[in-house]
């Protein structure tokens, strides 16, 4: 046993390498097979198709025609076949010729042809069995009975009767002169008094075409359909006048022309349907070429069915047939208009589906190719589409109006005109191949002609509230593409379904208002100027300054007309958006949302709003931008104590100074709020952009009547509309900013920070009091004086101070003894504006052309210290009553003046200090003109996001646009408040 395991282990292991070796070859095998075709089976051999390569064929056999199996060579009878192979066998010389099935050898009564079978002479058949299928000895030669009853003429070996025409005409089944045969039927002669045009033309190519299409049957459909009344004729006559766009002219012989002349000719026979456009055994082409007929068909019975989008009596379901004809004239079927018929396009059935729900506006479009669309529509199909109106079992069908764009009436596209021009029809067809092929009907189109642009238009009928709406509209308009490559050509197609109702009486209205409120505008613009007047101390009547009166004026009302412009627009798309948008307001339909054509005036007063809005704007900012400042520093010396200084090589004594940096910091507190708003302008844009993308309220700009904000991504997206889109963003936009202001005002001035406020009490605190003129003799003060005498003081004494106010240990801080209050609107005498300008020359000169500045004047830095201390002096003695000629009163204004922004009272003697509790000293900041940054920003939001249909870029854009004017009003003001207060522009950081 032990000297026997090592040679079995051995044994196996020798078996698994020899198992190994011989599966090596197995897993390295590779499946390649060489291509082969028919075509490359040389002679006696065919294409296998079990083993896909050629294979010999047996003896006297040769390939058959289609090249995948073997047939006996001629001479050769089919002796057995199993269905995968045959055996062959030679006729014998008594029976040389071979049967037509194949199977066996006959005797013939004459020659032979060259597959060695049978031949007969013209107008006989070949008889090779007797009725019971039994072999003759010698196949016959029976001639068919032409005459009186029989009419029979040979048809694969049968006699069958022949065409009824012939027979009708000539009484035999011959078709003889002066008899015309065209398309297997015999005419007598003058059938048609006219000879027929077999030419298409197109006229986008300013190509015409004979059509071999034409030119077999458009003779014999013509002649049929007048003589015999031949439907089918019928049918095919008028699907070529289809395929010729329904064009009439001049020439009566093309197809159209001809259909009119049978239509006119069978007056006789009535009409169908008690319609009478619709001639009995012809079909409905035209409706008639009555000027304004149009308007008739179109605009006058709205249909007898109302729809509703509420829910309970939901009702907006669009039911579409339509009857198809094959090219020849036969009836196909009928069929649901969906899915791929009408819509080239490919797509979900989802999708497809979308067009035939009421209220839902559709497109789609996409580029085909115009290989795949010859290949897919050998032959045109013809359609008549009809409204489905069934309400109950008694199914009605309306016909629908097809308005033809490519249809010519004597040269001229009428259906390209006013609609009173119109020239409406009934048939259609999408794609046709075929009335372009010159000479051969299975040769190459030179043109096809492709229905690129496909739309249904339903109109409402308004003032009933039922929800009805007129007939609806098709228009088609074909495209013309000439075949130069069929592989990289391409063409556009689209199929839409909008909805229109007549916006004359709303746009009306809208102008009314637009026409009140912008008179109403130019009354408050004329206030406004006044009290610009009057606030430069200027005279009312001025002739020298008429033009900047009149440029201010235009200044003001721009404004105020961008504000009307924005209440107007806004409104609007409010109104669209709620009315449009929930279903309970539409019992049944009542609005339609406008078509983009009838948007454009909308548009154009968004835009109006917003250049208005933003010379309001940059005028604001101007404004701002050039208001003069001053920071009057009541901190005066503790003590009389002298110090010593050094001054050109000899010691001097100088009371001790006054600290700057209190005037520099106010200075830079107030640099820091000139673009403080009341809202956060980032949290605004992305709490906007959250709502409109994440949440989905965009969904509720889209054309349809659905109010859902989000969408399976199956189901179709209809187009944006611009009045609901600029009705959503603007809303919003409102909304949130709105919000923002009630928080900020509410809850974070009162328990958090209020910066205005905190400005005030800093100034109260610093013992600085701050004068703004934004015009020429009114401005705004905002005392500081402090009710503890000092600010220049240590930690300890700053608290103790505090303390003791708080406790009421201290006087009150108002500008007037037992008062608090501490901003006001000054109203200033021009003699107290020309002694402020007088204290300003010197630096005006200093920084005005160099050739007005004084050499010998003292050096900047002591002319800006001079003047500061002198202004500082002035203004400080003027505010304490020390000049009776500068004197002022303390007052407040009245309701009406505070409203209206205007003062009735002039400084002619004495200044006027108005009482301002609401800190109005911000209108020349960021923060009082929340408003008016808010539209700005809604509308430069609003206008590009209709210009770019994209909300994140409108987002990003606006956030960008606060950015720029943000850094532009902090630069340049801080430079204005470095110039006008005298403070180092370099310690405002």
């Not at 009057?534 to 961008?562: C, E, H, V």
């Not at 701002?624 to 004594?653: C, M, Y």
């Amino acid at each position: 046993m032990a000297t026997g395991t090592p040679r079995a282990e051995l044994r196996t292991l020798s078996l698994a390498i020899l198992v190994l070796l011989e599966l090596r070859p197995l897993r390295c095998q590779e499946f390649v097979l060489s291509f082969q075709t028919a075509s490359d089976c040389g002679d006696g051999q065919f294409l296998d198709i079990s083993s896909l390569s050629c294979a010999k064929c047996g003896a006297n056999q040769r390939a058959s025609a289609t090249g995948l199996s073997c047939v006996c060579q001629p001479g050769y009878r089919v002796l057995t076949d199993n269905g995968a192979s045959i055996t062959c066998q030679q006729c014998p010389n008594e029976r040389p010729a071979v049967t037509q099935d194949g199977f066996a050898c006959i005797r013939c009564p004459g020659s032979l042809s060259d597959g060695r079978t049978c031949l007969c002479p013209k107008g006989s058949i070949l008889v090779e069995r007797d009725v019971q299928a039994k072999l003759l000895e010698e196949a016959r030669c029976e001639t068919c009975y032409g005459g009186d009853p029989a009419f029979s003429v040979p048809n694969n070996n049968r006699c069958e009767r022949c065409q009824p025409t012939l027979i009708n005409t000539t009484a035999s089944c011959l078709c003889n002169l002066p008899y015309i045969l065209a398309g297997g039927l015999c005419f007598p002669p003058n059938a048609l008094p006219i000879n027929v045009n077999p030419i298409v033309k197109f006229s986008q190519l300013a190509l015409l075409v004979q059509s071999a299409w034409f030119v077999k049957n458009l003779y014999s459909s013509s002649a049929a359909c007048l003589v015999f009344s031949n439907l089918t004729a019928c049918q095919a006559l008028g699907n070529m006048c289809v395929m010729n766009m329904h064009s009439l002219s001049s020439v009566a012989s093309d197809a159209c022309g001809i259909f009119n002349t049978i239509f006119r000719s069978t007056a006789a026979l009535g009409s169908t349907k008690d319609i009478s456009y619709w001639r009995a055994n012809l079909p409905w082409l035209y409706y008639g070429d009555q000027p304004g007929l149009a308007s008739l068909v179109l605009q006058t019975n709205p249909l007898p069915m109302g729809f509703s989008f509420k829910r309970s009596n939901k009702n907006t379901g669009i039911k579409l047939l339509s009857a198809v004809y094959n090219v020849g004239g036969e009836f196909l079927r009928w069929e649901k208009v969906g899915g791929g018929n009408l819509q080239l396009c490919p797509d979900t059935a989802v999708r497809q589906r979308a067009p035939y729900t009421f209220g839902t506006a559709y497109r789609e479009s996409c580029d085909l190719s115009v290989a795949e669309l010859l290949h897919s529509h050998p032959e045109p199909l013809f359609y008549d589409v009809f409204m489905d109106l069934s309400q109950g079992e008694d199914q009605k069908l309306l016909p629908i109006p097809t308005l033809i764009l490519n249809q010519q009436y004597n040269g001229r596209f009428i259906n390209q005109e006013k609609m009173k021009n119109w020239y409406l029809s009934r048939r259609m067809f999408v794609v046709d191949t075929l009335s372009a092929r010159e000479k051969d009907l299975n040769a190459q189109p030179k043109v096809i002609r492709v229905a690129a642009d496909i739309k249904i238009r339903f109109q409402l009928v308004t003032g009933t509230l039922k929800g009805q709406v007129f007939p609806p509209q098709m228009s088609v308009s074909y495209k013309e593409v000439l075949i130069t490559d069929l592989n990289t050509q391409t063409i556009s197609v689209s199929f839409s379904v909008e909805y229109e109702m007549d916006q004359n009486e709303g746009r009306m209205k809208i102008d009314t208002a637009l026409g009140v409120m912008g008179g109403v505008a130019v009354l408050y613009s004329l206030l406004k100027t006044v009290s610009w007047k009057r606030r430069i101390a200027s005279p009312l009547i001025d002739i020298l300054s008429g033009a900047g009166t009149m440029l201010q004026f235009l200044l003001f009302y721009a404004g105020d007309l961008a504000n009307v412009f924005f209440i107007i627009t806004v409104g609007t798309g409010l109104y669209w958006l709620i009315f449009s948008k929930v279903s309970m307001a539409q019992q049944f339909v009542f609005l339609l949302l406008p078509l983009p054509a009838q948007e454009e005036w909308f548009v154009t007063y968004i835009c109006c709003a917003f250049a208005l809005k933003t010379l309001q704007f940059l005028h604001m900012l101007v404004l701002h931008l050039s208001v003069d400042a001053f920071f009057i520093d009541w901190e005066r010396p503790r003590s009389k104590a002298n110090r010593t200084v050094q001054a050109a090589g000899e010691t001097k004594r100088d009371s001790s100074p006054i600290s700057i940096w209190r005037t520099y910091f106010v200075a830079n507190e107030w640099n820091k709020i000139q673009t403080t708003r009341k809202i956060s302008p980032t949290f605004q844009v992305m709490a906007v952009l959250f709502l409109l993308e994440v949440v989905g309220f965009s969904n509720l700009a889209l054309r349809d009547p659905w109010s859902t904000l989000q969408r399976p991504p199956q189901a179709y997206t209809p187009p944006y509309s611009l009045t609901l889109r600029y009705g959503v963003a603007a809303s919003l936009w409102l909304c949130i900013g709105l919000l923002q202001g009630i928080f900020f005002t509410m809850f974070h001035e009162r328990f958090v920070e209020d910066k205005i406020r905190q400005f005030v009490d800093l100034c109260s605190v610093s013992n600085i009091s701050v004068l703004l003129l934004s015009y020429r003799c009114f401005g705004y003060y905002i005392h500081g004086r402090s009710v503890h005498g000092h600010a220049d003081t240590n930690m300890e004494e700053m608290n103790t101070n505090l303390k003791r106010e708080a406790e009421s240990l201290r006087a009150q801080r108002g500008l007037l003894p037992n008062t608090d209050t501490q901003t006001f609107e000054i109203a200033i005498t021009n003699h107290l504006r020309q002694q402020y300008d007088r204290i300003r020359e010197p630096l005006s000169r200093r920084n005005g052309p160099s050739r007005l500045v004084d050499a010998t004047a003292a050096n900047p830095f002591e002319q800006s210290t001079r003047a500061y201390n002198t202004m500082n002096r002035f203004l400080g003695s003027v505010i304490d009553h020390a000049h009776r000629d500068m004197d002022y009163i303390v007052k407040d204004k009245l309701m009406f003046e505070r409203v209206i922004g205007m003062e009735f009272l002039e400084p002619s003697e004495k200044s006027i200090f108005y009482n301002d509790e609401s800190c109005s000293f911000t209108d020349v900041l960021f923060f009082g003109n929340e408003a008016t940054l808010l539209i700005f920003d809604t509308l430069f939001f609003c206008v590009v996001d209709l210009g770019s249909q994209s909300f994140i870029l409108a987002a990003m854009l606006t956030y960008i646009e606060q950015m720029i004017f943000r850094l532009i009003r902090s630069a340049i003001g801080r430079r204005n408040l470095a110039n006008k207060t005298l403070v180092d522009q370099r310690f405002l950081i």
